[in-house]
């Protein structure tokens, strides 16, 4: 059966805001801190009780749309079965992004669950953030939605009193390349006529690319690395639909359509990957990391 993306997207949305419920119970709370392996960051490392809740919670409101719709599942605390491979569609879900922030208390944490074809293409994204209450969400041509409201955030290069936003993992500070960046993102603020730059390193995935929406101008993006990391698929596949939708720039490191569905592993660090408001900015991202 075809599957019905609006039906779809309301059960997204109604599993994205009750774990987003639980989240917000238990923020203040004690929690259990777990060390899994996974990728080479402390982001990537460190897992709660309520990631593994969340996604319990989640799993249990999407799970009669896997038989009625022939879904396939992908999701972050729980083994690759590869059902995403032999599947038109399948879920994709991170019950909780910016787990580090949410220990923390600190803004930047969601719940983030998309719809994605064999293909690799997003056709639903869901993003809700339990500490504002905000809610993000697209369907594959009906454009981009705040708090289900239409969203269409402010595109358009600012004129010289506006700074640009770079939005980022709080490991981009510990890149061995930092100092470089920033002198090069600077330098290009400066050429695009930006009035400075402010650096954002705080937020998990997810809450990095609705910041850029939130933001603009803006951009956040990861450099390609040899070792397993640089996000997931689960990080980036529901805000891939939401840019798409909003006519943002959501794309690999060089220009390329996102990688959404790589048979050969779920970590995004092979191609990297760049979110700008802008695609002249974009362009100057992916320029500048072609340079030898």
């Not at 939005?167 to 100092?179: C, E, K, V």
């Not at 040899?226 to 997931?232: A, F, L, M, T, V």
Request: hydrophobic share 40%.
């Amino acid at each position: 059966m075809e599957p019905d993306l609006n039906e779809l997207a309301e059960l997204a949305i109604d599993a994205a805001k009750q774990a987003g419920r639980l989240i917000a119970e238990r923020t203040q709370s004690s929690i259990s801190i777990f060390k899994k392996t996974a990728g080479d960051s402390e982001s990537s490392q460190v897992v709660t009780e309520i990631d593994h809740l969340c996604q319990d919670l989640i799993l249990k409101a999407l799970s009669p749309s896997l038989e009625q719709f022939a879904l396939g599942l992908l999701t972050e605390e729980s083994a690759d079965d590869l059902s995403r491979l032999d599947r038109e569609y399948f879920w994709c879900v991170d019950p909780l992004d910016g787990t580090l922030p949410f220990i923390e208390s600190s803004p930047g944490y969601a719940v983030s669950i998309s719809l994605v074809s064999l293909n690799g293409t997003p056709l639903i994204g869901v993003i809700y953030d339990p500490a504002e209450h905000t809610l993000y969400h697209a369907i594959e041509g009906q454009g981009a939605f705040r708090n289900r409201e239409p969203w269409n955030p402010k595109l358009s290069l600012p004129t010289d009193q506006t700074p640009l936003s770079v939005i980022g993992d709080r490991s981009l500070a510990l890149h061995p390349r930092y100092a470089e960046i920033v002198f090069e993102i600077e330098t290009i603020a400066s050429e695009l006529g930006f009035n400075g730059t402010r650096f954002i390193l705080q937020g998990g995935a997810a809450m990095n690319a609705c910041w850029v929406l939130e933001n603009t101008p803006a951009c956040y993006f990861k450099f390609p690395k040899p070792q397993d990391g640089g996000g997931s698929l689960w990080d980036y596949a529901a805000s891939a639909c939401i840019f798409k939708e909003a006519r943002a720039i959501a794309s690999d490191i060089y220009g390329m359509p996102l990688d959404l569905n790589r048979p050969d592993s779920t970590f995004m660090n092979h191609r990297g990957i760049l979110y700008s408001t802008d695609s002249d900015l974009a362009q100057c991202i992916v320029d500048f990391y072609a340079r030898p």
